[in-house]
Antibody, heavy 124, light 111 residues
Framework: QVQLVQSGAEVKKSGASVKVSCVAS????????MHWVRQAPGHGLEWMGW????????KYSQKLQGRLSITRDPSAGTLYMDLSSLRAEDTAVYYC?????????????????WGQGTLVTVSS | QSVLTQPPSVSGAPGQRVTISCTGS?????????VHWYQQLPGTAPKLLIY???NRPSGVPDRFSGSKSGTSASLAITGLQADDEAYYYC???????????FGGGTKLTVL
């Protein structure tokens, strides 16, 4: 079935890096842009960045620019999120999300499929 | 501080109607970007509730409806049920910057 399955929980030390994967199945991987969204404990959703799964172009939030890298392997239908120089405030659940574009009167990009989430804990 | 502004909480009794507002700016909602809504139950991933301001994905009851006007949008829930108790998030995009934005989330309590 159509789904996104993420890798398991991670515990990292401050200053280290973490790489989370997201395997897509049940649809054509390169037909949709993919995003990463995170949620710190007790907080709301924070958009991190996107990747064009066809050509690999990326865009990152200004806040994470320089520490975030989003890549993909189209042959494996897999998306990756690499966050470096981890700090305590990076502790969060990280979600991959599939973007779908709605051809209506407005500019309409939304997330219609989400991974189950991966908890990344950063300890000092 | 989220780019889109939502009330932190709303509440209502079973059967009642509640609305959740989402206020943006001229760079996102006001620039013609649509608003989408997600429901997040405790310990789960967000689920798409409304897309393109007022469209419901299949399986979402018609008790949920959305609207947009100017730089704001609203989610209305009628006939409140106990299992509607969740966090609700609005989302839009800034097409000129190619960035996506969320509201801070609203906790719905069913009294």
């Amino acid at each position: 079935q159509v789904q996104l399955v993420q890798s398991g929980a991670e515990v990292k030390k401050s200053g280290a890096s973490v790489k989370v994967s997201c395997v897509a199945s049940g649809y054509t991987f390169t037909s949709h842009m993919m995003h990463w969204v995170r949620q710190a404990p007790g907080h709301g959703l924070e958009w991190m960045g996107w990747i064009n799964t066809g050509n690999g172009n990326t865009k990152y939030s200004q806040k994470l620019q320089g520490r975030l890298s989003i890549t993909r392997d189209p042959s494996a239908g897999t998306l990756y999120m690499d966050l470096s120089s981890l700090r305590a405030e990076d502790t969060a659940v990280y979600y991959c999300a599939r973007e779908t574009y709605y051809y209506g009167p407005g500019d309409s990009h939304y997330f219609d499929l989400w991974g189950q989430g991966t908890l990344v804990t950063v300890s000092s | 501080q989220s780019v889109l502004t939502q009330p932190p909480s709303v509440s209502g009794a079973p059967g009642q109607r509640v609305t959740i507002s989402c206020t943006g700016s001229s760079s996102n909602i006001g620039a013609g970007s649509d608003v989408h809504w997600y429901q997040q139950l405790p310990g789960t991933a967000p689920k798409l509730l409304i897309y393109g301001n007022y469209n419901r994905p299949s399986g979402v009851p018609d008790r949920f409806s959305g609207s947009k006007s100017g730089t704001s949008a609203s989610l209305a829930i009628t006939g409140l049920q106990a299992d509607d108790e969740a966090y609700y998030y609005c989302q839009s995009s800034d097409s000129s910057l190619s960035v996506w934005v969320f509201g801070g989330g609203t906790k719905l309590t069913v009294l």
